[in-house]
T-cell receptor, first 113, second 113 residues
Framework: GENVEQHPSTLSVQEGDSAVIKCTYS??????FPWYKQELGKRPQLIID?????GEKKDQRIAVTLNKTAKHFSLHITETQPEDSAVYFC????????????FGAGTRLAVHP | DGGITQSPKYLFRKEGQNVTLSCEQN?????MYWYRQDPGQGLRLIYY???????QKGDIAEGYSVSREKKESFPLTVTSAQKNPTAFYLC????????????FGPGTRLTVL
């Protein structure tokens, strides 16, 4: 079946450093790629998304890049802060999918002061 | 954080019992989803519904059942046929169609004793 691989599973950085999380998807028809942030004990919340007709999207300190040829996309967080500490999930839409998503396994990001 | 609610927050069940998890939304969304979250495995789709009185199996539907009698409500029943039901269950809703953000509820943690 279709899947999304996400790396790394854990990431530890110093405050102010950049963090990069990478995902690879298998469904060549995927056209929507959201990223969710889940803080401890809370619900996942959308932080940024990108459509297949766009190569890069930025929102303040976060950015997402998409390489459709290679079927991978990445989340970039610059100037990390302790409040960025959370689990981040990437997802990809499924073809014929009525907004069905398949999620990566998650990356636990720890930002140390 | 309002808009989509789940109850109860914690649920304990004895083996062999069926339990029903509640999910309600007031966002006027047509589509609703149930996910299961296990450590290190991301979010896996159990069932989804695009419209009232219609629902489809996701990737791990065995041992679960749903109904969609009202637009606002999408309850999930975990049956005794589910072999390993202890998990965190998340409900989500969205507008129909592509590129639509899925909004998540706060989740229900089910523990089988």
């Amino acid at each position: 079946g279709e899947n999304v691989e996400q790396h790394p599973s854990t990431l530890s950085v110093q405050e102010g450093d950049s963090a990069v999380i990478k995902c690879t998807y298998s469904d060549s028809a995927s056209n929507y790629f959201p990223w969710y942030k889940q803080e401890l004990g809370k619900r996942p919340q959308l932080i940024i998304d990108i459509r297949s007709n766009v190569g890069e999207k930025k929102d303040q300190r976060i950015a997402v890049t998409l390489n459709k040829t290679a079927k991978h996309f990445s989340l970039h967080i610059t100037e990390t802060q302790p409040e960025d500490s959370a689990v981040y999930f990437c997802a990809a839409s499924l073809s014929g999918g009525y907004n069905k998503l398949i999620f990566g396994a998650g990356t636990r990001l720890a930002v140390h002061p | 954080d309002g808009g989509i609610t789940q109850s109860p927050k914690y649920l304990f069940r004895k083996e062999g019992q069926n339990v029903t998890l509640s999910c309600e939304q007031n966002l006027n969304h047509d589509a609703m989803y149930w996910y299961r979250q296990d450590p290190g495995q991301g979010l896996r789709l159990i069932y989804y519904s695009q419209i009232v009185n219609d629902f489809q199996k996701g990737d791990i539907a065995e041992g679960y059942s749903v109904s969609r009698e009202k637009k606002e409500s999408f309850p999930l029943t975990v049956t005794s046929a589910q072999k390993n039901p202890t998990a965190f269950y998340l409900c989500a809703s969205s507008n129909r169609g592509y590129y639509n953000e899925q909004f998540f509820g706060p989740g229900t943690r089910l523990t089988v004793l």
